[in-house]
């Protein structure tokens, strides 16, 4: 299973907007093409790209790092509810 091209179907990007899937995790074209191939693996940062964008995060910034922090609050707690 291609996690690039699972991702893109769970974010609602269809066939067509590849490029687009890959420039909202920071990928160039060419790049993004080797990904939904499979001729490239994904790397751990692209992953947590990945994740940022499902979970509609903007970029770090320092403006919003108090935002962040409550996320990751909220994650913290969710996840102690949910054992």
């Given at each position: 299973?291609?996690?690039?091209?699972e991702w893109m179907g769970h974010m609602g990007f269809?066939?067509?907007?590849?490029?687009?899937?890959?420039?909202?995790?920071?990928?160039?074209?060419?790049?993004?093409?080797?990904?939904?191939?499979?001729?490239?693996?994904?790397?751990?940062?692209?992953?947590?790209?990945?994740?940022?964008?499902?979970?509609?995060?903007?970029?770090?910034?320092?403006?919003?790092?108090?935002?962040?922090?409550?996320?990751?609050?909220?994650?913290?707690?969710?996840?102690?509810?949910?054992?």
């Amino acid at each position: 299973m291609n996690i690039f091209v699972e991702w893109m179907g769970h974010m609602g990007f269809h066939g067509k907007q590849v490029s687009e899937a890959g420039r909202s995790i920071g990928l160039k074209p060419r790049v993004t093409l080797q990904v939904k191939a499979g001729e490239r693996e994904l790397t751990p940062t692209e992953r947590l790209a990945m994740s940022a964008v499902a979970a509609g995060l903007p970029e770090w910034s320092p403006e919003n790092a108090e935002d962040f922090a409550r996320v990751k609050a909220i994650i913290g707690t969710l996840k102690g509810k949910a054992a």
